[in-house]
C-alpha cells in the first residue's frame, strides 16, 4: 500500500469539493451510487427489464447452477457450453432479480470499510477517511448489478489504468477497471473462449483471491472483487485452455431443447415477452419473489451445512476412480451439495446432494494429456526403482545380469 498523496495539484473549489471530471460522475454523486454508467468500452450494466428467471423453458441443469452458485460464492463460477441460441444469456440476465441487495460504497472511487481495516486511514480518499472519523457509514444497501465484460475489454479496461487527469489522492490515480466494478456484482464473460489469456487469467485470479493488486509505475491500488463469475462459450468457436475449464466450479452443457411441446412453449413465453415485457414478468413475479427469498435464506444457511464423513469419503474415492487429479473437483462438489442441500432446507449433505450435482462439478476434468504423461512417467519411476534396490550393494549390481 503506497502513502497518499495530500499535495493538492488542482485549485481546489471550495462549492465542488470532489474533482470530478464531467457531469456524468457529477450526477452519480449526488444520486449516491457507487458506479459511474459505463461507457462500451468499459462494459455495460444491464438494467433493462430482464425475461423472468423462472419463465425459462427446461434447462434443469443450468438453471440449477447458477442458483447453486447465487447461495454458495465459493462453488467459483460457472463456466456455461453450448451453441447459440440455448438462453444462456438471457438465463445469466434474469438471475438479477433473485439476489439480495449488498452493502456498496457510496464513495465514487469505491472505498470500503475493509479497506481501512487492512490498510489504514490512507487507503480511502479524504473524504471517506473524514466520513470514518466522523463515525459515518461508507456503504449503503445497492442493488446487485450485472457487468457484462465486452469482448474487446483491453487489460486495462479489466484491471484499471492511470488517470493523469485525478492526482489528489493515489485511489484515485488509478481509474477502477471492470473488475473493482464486478466488486459485490454479477460479472458475465460471453464468449471467453475468444479473450486473451493475459485478461482470462487477471479475472480468475481475482475471482479466486477476492481482491486484486494493480500497479502502474509508482501507484499501487488494491481492489476487493467479490463476484460470482459467469462464463458462456459455444465450442464451435474456439477450445478453451484445460487449466482454464478447470478453474470454473461447475460445467454446465447447455443443449437445445429436444421435446417438441418444450419448444412451442419456449416460443410462446418469448412471443409474450417480446410484445409486452411487463405483463409476461408479471405473471412470474409472485414465484420470482418466492425464489428470492429461498436464496436469501439459503445464502444464510449455506454456512452451517455439513458434510459427514461417511458421504465425504465414497465421494473423494469416485474423484479418484474417475482419474481425476485436481482437487478443484471435490472441492467444488462438496460446496455444491452443502449449497444444493442449503436450497432444501437442510444442515446436513447426503449422497443425494452430491449425487444431484456430480455432472456438473465433475465433468471436463480429466486430462488426456497428464494420464499420458502419468503412464509415462510411472515406467520411469519402476525403472529407476530397480536400478536403486541394487545400488551401493557392494558393486553387486554391476556382476548381475540385466533383466
Ligand atoms: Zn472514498
Known amino acids: 500500500m503506497t502513502e497518499p498523496e495530500l499535495t493538492q495539484t488542482e485549485p481546489k473549489d471550495e462549492q465542488h469539493p ?7 460522475e457529477l450526477v452519480d454523486y449526488v444520486a449516491g451510487k457507487s458506479l459511474p454508467p459505463l461507457t462500451a468500452e468499459e462494459g455495460r450494466v444491464t438494467e433493462t427489464l430482464p425475461f423472468p428467471f423462472l419463465g425459462i423453458v427446461g434447462q434443469h ?57 487492512v490498510g489504514g486511514i490512507g487507503a480511502v480518499c479524504p473524504d471517506c477517511a473524514k466520513k470514518y472519523g466522523e463515525g459515518q457509514s461508507l456503504t449503503a444497501p445497492d442493488k446487485v448489478r450485472l457487468i457484462e465484460l465486452p469482448l ?74 467479490r463476484f460470482v463469475l459467469i462464463g458462456s462459450m459455444n465450442p464451435e468457436e474456439g477450445r478453451l485452455r484445460p487449466q482454464i475449464l478447470d478453474r470454473f466450479g461447475l460445467r454446465v452443457i447447455v443443449r437445445g431443447l429436444e421435446d417438441v411441446e418444450e419448444r412451442l412453449e419456449a416460443y410462446r413465453r418469448v412471443q409474450a415477452y417480446l410484445a409486452n415485457p411487463r405483463e409476461m414478468i408479471g405473471q412470474f413475479s409472485p414465484e420470482m419473489e418466492a425464489a428470492a427469498a429461498e436464496i436469501r435464506s439459503a445464502r444464510e444457511r449455506v ?43 437442510r444442515d446436513e449433505v ?34 529407476l526403482n530397480t536400478l536403486l534396490t541394487s545400488f551401493g550393494k557392494k558393486n553387486s549390481a554391476k556382476k548381475k545380469p540385466k533383466k
Not at 470532489?18 to 456524468?24: E, H, I, T, W
Not at 479418484?320 to 432446507?345: K, N, P, V
Open 18 to 24: 470532489n474533482p470530478f471530471r464531467n457531469l456524468r
Open 303 to 345: 454456512r452451517k451445512v455439513v458434510i459427514p464423513d461417511g458421504v465425504a469419503n465414497p465421494a473423494i474415492h469416485l474423484v479418484q476412480q474417475m482419474g481425476i487429479d485436481s482437487l478443484r473437483a471435490e472441492i467444488t462438489w462438496f460446496e455444491s451439495a452443502r449449497a444444493y442441500a442449503a436450497a432444501d432446507g
Open 152 to 225: 474487446n475489454a483491453r487489460i486495462d479496461d479489466v484491471v484499471g489504468s492511470i488517470d493523469e487527469r485525478a492526482a489528489l489522492h493515489e485511489r484515485m490515480r488509478i481509474r477502477r477497471g471492470i473488475l473493482a466494478q464486478a466488486d459485490r456484482n454479477l460479472l458475465y464473460i460471453d464468449e471467453i473462449n475468444l479473450l486473451e489469456d493475459d485478461i482470462i487469467d487477471s479475472i480468475l485470479d481475482a475471482a479466486a483471491q477476492g481482491s486484486y493488486t494493480v500497479r502502474r509505475g509508482p501507484v499501487v491500488a488494491t481492489y476487493r472483487s
Open 350 to 383: 447426503t449422497m443425494d446432494d452430491l449425487k444431484a450435482v456430480a455432472s456438473m462439478a465433475l465433468r471436463l476434468r480429466r486430462s488426456q494429456f497428464m494420464n499420458e504423461y502419468f503412464k509415462g512417467q510411472l515406467g520411469e519411476e519402476k525403472e
Open 61 to 117: 441443469e443450468m438453471k440449477l447452477a447458477l442458483l447453486l452458485g447465487l447461495i454458495n460464492p465459493n462453488i467459483g463460477g460457472i463456466l456455461l457450453i453450448g451453441p447459440r441460441g440455448t438462453a444462456k444469456t438471457t438465463a445469466v440476465r434474469s438471475l438479477l432479480d433473485l439476489l439480495p441487495q449488498v452493502e456498496r460504497s457510496t464513495c465514487f472511487y469505491g472505498c470500503l470499510p475493509e479497506d481501512i481495516e
